[in-house]
């Protein structure tokens, strides 16, 4: 019978041979989860053997990890901005990049009361964004929309994880917001061209849902779309944060420098890299 230590070598030795990035922590991460321990667990039981059960489930957490599927996916949650989120194959996976964009909010809006005020977080998918803006803001009225049934269910569940009482609808971006105004809305689109679609990696190819990710053949027609219609959504004064591509800033600009728009912002990730796009209503 082997031992944690053991298994652990074994186990980060098999991914990096499967060319897995970080197999060392990798290895810990899963077999921290199927022994129902913390990660520094592992190390002050490093010579406990590891019965054939609790093997053939690491084994089998180890397999899926061989085959490029995402940590997250095969934890079944991940942290974000101060919440638990659970995810799966029907929701993108959140991203860093957008917490970052939930962190800007929060400073924004550090010491306002928000009572009365309404945010619609579009295209919410595992319901990350407005989730951990309703923590953070108990006051602010939000309702996370998607098309898909299958990511609202998770956001469902998220809610409830986290104990926020947030509002839920389905349908197309905005058709489910028909004759409402919002004062906020938040929208981490798909943004994703057909071309560039093909060339990601494969845990995002293969195991992340396409919905989520690509915007059409350009990547723009989502901020298109909306450009057009959120002015009739937005009470006056009304606000818009978007996170987009790396690359889309300068066409974003264009997009929105024609129609209702007061005035936008275009703000960096911590790569120094264009990642947010923010819009106030005339």
């Not at 929208?187 to 679609?197: A, D, K, M, R, W």
């Not at 990547?219 to 959120?230: A, C, N």
Request: charged content about 25%; glycine content about 6%.
């Amino acid at each position: 019978m082997k031992t944690l230590g053991e298994i652990l070598r074994l186990a980060a030795a098999f991914l990096q041979d499967k060319k897995i990035n970080q197999p060392r922590r990798q290895a810990e991460e899963l077999l921290a989860h199927a022994l129902l321990l913390k990660k520094i667990d592992l190390y002050l039981q490093y010579d406990r053997p590891i019965e054939e059960r609790e093997l053939a489930l690491f084994r089998e957490l180890i397999r899926r990890k061989s085959q490029q599927e995402p940590l997250e996916y095969i934890l079944g949650a991940t942290d974000f901005y101060h919440c638990t989120i659970h995810v799966d194959r029907s929701v993108l996976i959140p991203r860093p990049e957008t917490e970052i964009l939930v962190d800007l909010l929060c400073k924004k809006w550090k010491g306002q009361d928000l009572s009365g005020k309404i945010l619609w977080d579009l295209c919410c998918g595992s319901g990350c964004i407005g989730i951990a803006l309703k923590k953070a803001f108990p006051s602010l009225r939000v309702v996370l929309s998607d098309l898909s049934s299958e990511a609202l269910s998770r956001a469902m569940q998220n809610a409830r994880l986290n104990v926020v009482d947030v509002e839920f609808r389905q349908g197309d971006l905005l058709v489910p917001f028909a004759g409402e105004r919002a004062d906020f809305v938040t929208c981490n689109p798909p943004y994703i061209s057909q071309s560039e679609y093909i060339s990601l990696s494969p845990s995002v190819l293969h195991f992340e849902p396409k919905m989520a990710l690509v915007g059409g053949e350009t990547g723009y027609e989502f901020y298109e779309k909306l450009d057009q219609e959120l002015p009739f959504y937005l009470k006056d004064g009304g606000k818009v944060f978007f996170e987009i591509g790396s690359t889309q800033g300068n066409v974003l600009k264009n997009i929105f420098s024609r129609g209702s728009w007061a005035s936008f912002e275009l703000n960096k990730d911590w790569s120094g890299l264009d990642r947010f796009f923010f819009l106030e209503k005339q």
